[in-house]
Each structure stands twice: as structure tokens, then as C-alpha cells.
């Protein structure tokens, strides 16, 4: 069973970057897809951005393309998501998910298992 943990959220202002990481427990971290969702108060949870189990494919929410990065290191069975230009409507809880498949997807039942989440609130 993967177990993942996210750290670096935090409070903001607007304009200014974080830094979340997700670190998997696990021997099948190199073989899986990973990706970050959010979900604000009252709202649905929406993917933010994914990445293959081998780093070379990425997607994004168009609300965050151009300001969020995703990444991962293998070797450290983690990823990241480099968060920049945050904007108050990036307030959310951010959580780590990963899939038993290579390739990424965008719906959140395609992901088989879950982080905590970390909360992100942006300040005007």
C-alpha cells in the first residue's frame, strides 16, 4: 500500500510561490503516474496538474498554466508543485494523488490512492 504525505502549504499574498512536495512510501513510486488536485470550500475537487510515471508528460488546469510547475524525482520518490504568480482564487486544499498506471489522467477516480492535503490560502 503507497502511503503519501504533502507538506508546504501555507498562507501567501498575492503574487508570491510555495512549494508543495509529496513524498510516497513504496517500491512502485517510478512506475506511477502522479498528480495534484484541489478543492476549495464549497467547490468540487479539480485536477491542478499531472505527470507521467516518467516525468516526460505533463497536463495543467488552463486557470494555472504558466504559473505551476509539476515535477518529480524518482530517486526520492517524490513530487512537487511549484506554485507561482498565486492569485486568492488558488485558496484551496491542495492533495497528492497517484495512480497504478504510467500515464496520466484528469478525473480523480482514475487515481488509486490519496495524501492528506495540505492547505494553501492565498491573501489579497
Known amino acids: 500500500q503507497v502511503q503519501l504525505v504533502e507538506s508546504g502549504g501555507g498562507l501567501v499574498q498575492a503574487g508570491g510561490s510555495l512549494r508543495l512536495s509529496c513524498a510516497a512510501s513504496g517500491r512502485s513510486f517510478s512506475s506511477n503516474a502522479m498528480a495534484w488536485f484541489r478543492q476549495g470550500s464549497g467547490k468540487e475537487r479539480e485536477l491542478v496538474a499531472g505527470?507521467?510515471?516518467?516525468?516526460?508528460?505533463?497536463m495543467y488546469a488552463d486557470s494555472v498554466k504558466g504559473r505551476f510547475t509539476i515535477s518529480r524525482d524518482n530517486a526520492k520518490n517524490t513530487a512537487y508543485l511549484q506554485m507561482n504568480s498565486l492569485k486568492p482564487e488558488d485558496t484551496a486544499v491542495y492533495y497528492c494523488a497517484g495512480r497504478n498506471l504510467r500515464t496520466v489522467a484528469a478525473a480523480a477516480r482514475e487515481y488509486d490512492y490519496w495524501g492528506q492535503g495540505t492547505q494553501v490560502t492565498v491573501s489579497s
Open positions: 505527470i507521467s510515471s516518467s516525468g516526460y508528460y505533463t
